[in-house]
């Protein structure tokens, strides 16, 4: 008796945009008693997010342990900037591995369910279904027949958003729909041998982008069966180490701001066609331009194809446009909480693909990239946006060992419970 050590097992159930602040108020309210039971029996805390706060940059930092300037992603929407065009960065764009790879290449079995980034689907030890990027079941998967079988069960790769508009009961039955396909999905898996499972619950960041001002009884309704399906899932792996957490935190929207508008009022942007179709269409004449969400980059001469800054002029004009920006204010309120500086967010081999300036919005504000606005801020139909200081942790039967707690942290103190140590931006963030 006692010869064989059981197993070290890691399940991991991310709810996307789900924030801690409003975790913490729903629990005073009585609202998750299941998660309220919960975390009695380990440690729960807020967590700092990445900057730009949008989710593929988050996801891939939670699994590669970098920031941007050690694993290549920035934003939803990238650049290459001489001769000058535009990509949705996908994973096969990421220069960091996963901490899936780190646990194959160690002989851990893997299951890894819907994290974005995760397109297109890699080689692991196990299985791994694709996030929302994918577009196609039959190309979602590894190994690649797997995608029978989500074809088999009616699996949902993503809610389509565009019904959120104008057809916003449709959406959410079919956020209703995704999210159980999901779970519907990890139950089966679950009973299969595995070392590191990871669910994510890509449903939760979009029902709180279009319900989070009214958060009707049908809001509620949705969060109770994300925290019901969260936990029955975890009752049956109850000798994992369970983790919860967040990529981010959320707020009302207020209002959207087009910071190119801003730009090109301020005499820094500019353009040689009216009205330009992209931001490719910027004249010689431009200094700074903006992508979304709020990334500023400097028009530099030998970098970018119509380069007018020159290299020498560079520290002094991004000064100069620094202070510009931090002066944005939208009936009369301040935007931008803080104007950041790439080498003060960044640091590795890939920083000089970054922005030069990045805009950390006050809550309520929406930086956008559009183009020839009229006004400098509009209204929405999206009701919530990302912030960056709310996500959430939760680890069982673990304590905290630090109070400001990185999504960076995750990829060393998951690899720590299996003894692997792998170079990260974070740290152990926990003991137990």
Same mark, same amino acid.
């Given at each position: 008796m006692g010869i064989f050590k059981r197993r070290k097992r890691v399940l991991v159930i991310s709810w996307d945009g789900v924030p801690f602040s409003f975790l913490k108020k729903g629990m005073e309210e009585g609202r998750f008693p299941l998660f309220s039971k919960l975390i009695t029996g380990g440690a729960f805390g +807020?967590?700092? @997010?990445?900057?730009?706060?949008?989710?593929?940059?988050?996801?891939? @930092?939670?699994?590669?342990?970098?920031?941007? /300037?050690?694993? !290549?992603?920035?934003?939803? $929407?990238? +650049? %290459?900037?001489?001769?000058?065009?535009?990509? $949705?960065?996908?994973?096969?764009?990421? %220069?960091? =591995?996963?901490?899936?790879e780190v646990l194959s290449r160690e002989k851990?079995?893997?299951?890894? $369910?819907?994290?974005?980034?995760?397109?297109?689907?890699? =080689?692991?030890?196990?299985?791994?279904?694709?996030?929302?990027?994918?577009? %196609? $079941?039959? #190309?979602?998967?590894?190994p690649p027949e797997f995608s029978r079988v989500l074809k088999e069960m009616g699996y949902i790769i993503d809610a389509n958003p565009v019904k959120a508009k104008d057809r916003k009961d449709e959406y959410l039955e079919d956020l209703f729909l995704a999210l159980r396909k999901r779970f519907e999905l990890a139950e089966r898996l679950i009973r299969e041998r595995w070392d590191y499972f990871h669910l994510h619950v890509m449903e939760t960041d979009r029902i709180n982008h279009f319900f989070w001002k009214k958060k009707d009884e049908r809001f509620w309704k949705f969060y109770s069966e994300v925290e019901e399906l969260s936990i029955s899932l975890a009752e049956k792996a109850k000798d994992a180490l369970l983790i919860l957490l967040s990529d981010h935190g959320f707020c009302t929207l207020k209002k959207e701001v087009f910071v190119n508008k801003y730009l090109e009022d301020g005499g820094y942007l500019f353009f040689d066609k009216e009205p330009p179709e992209d931001i490719r269409d910027i004249s010689e004449k431009t200094?700074?331009?903006?992508?979304?969400?709020?990334?500023?980059?400097?028009?530099? #001469?030998?970098?970018?194809? #119509? !380069?007018s800054v020159e290299p020498g002029d560079y520290e002094r004009v991004r000064e100069e446009v620094a202070s510009y920006l931090e002066k944005l204010t939208v009936d009369g309120e301040r935007v931008i909480k803080k104007v950041?500086?790439? =080498? =003060?967010?960044?640091?590795?081999?890939?920083?000089?693909? !970054?922005?030069?300036?990045?805009?950390?919005?006050?809550? /309520?504000?929406?930086? %956008?990239?559009?183009? #020839?606005?009229e006004t400098l801020s509009g209204e929405t139909h999206i009701e919530g946006m990302h912030t960056r200081d709310d996500a959430f942790l939760f680890v069982k039967e673990r304590e905290f060992t630090k109070d400001n707690l990185s999504i960076y942290d995750l990829f060393p103190s998951i690899l720590s419970e299996f003894s692997i140590k792998v170079s990260s931006d974070g740290e152990v963030c926990w003991r137990g």
């Open positions: +807020r967590m700092t @997010s990445v900057l730009p706060t949008i989710s593929s940059v988050a996801w891939t @930092s939670y699994m590669s342990g970098k920031n941007p /300037g050690g694993h !290549g992603i920035f934003g939803f $929407i990238d +650049r %290459k900037p001489s001769p000058l065009s535009f990509f $949705i960065p996908t994973g096969k764009d990421r %220069k960091a =591995e996963f901490i899936q851990k079995r893997v299951i890894s $369910i819907n994290i974005p980034m995760t397109t297109p689907p890699f =080689e692991v030890n196990g299985i791994l279904v694709s996030g929302f990027l994918s577009t %196609k $079941i039959e #190309k979602a998967t590894y200094v700074a331009y903006s992508l979304i969400p709020g990334r500023i980059y400097i028009n530099l #001469k030998g970098r970018e194809e #119509k !380069g950041w500086r790439r =080498e =003060e967010v960044y640091s590795g081999p890939y920083t000089d693909l !970054g922005p030069d300036l990045i805009l950390e919005p006050v809550d /309520g504000f929406d930086l %956008k990239g559009n183009l #020839k606005k």
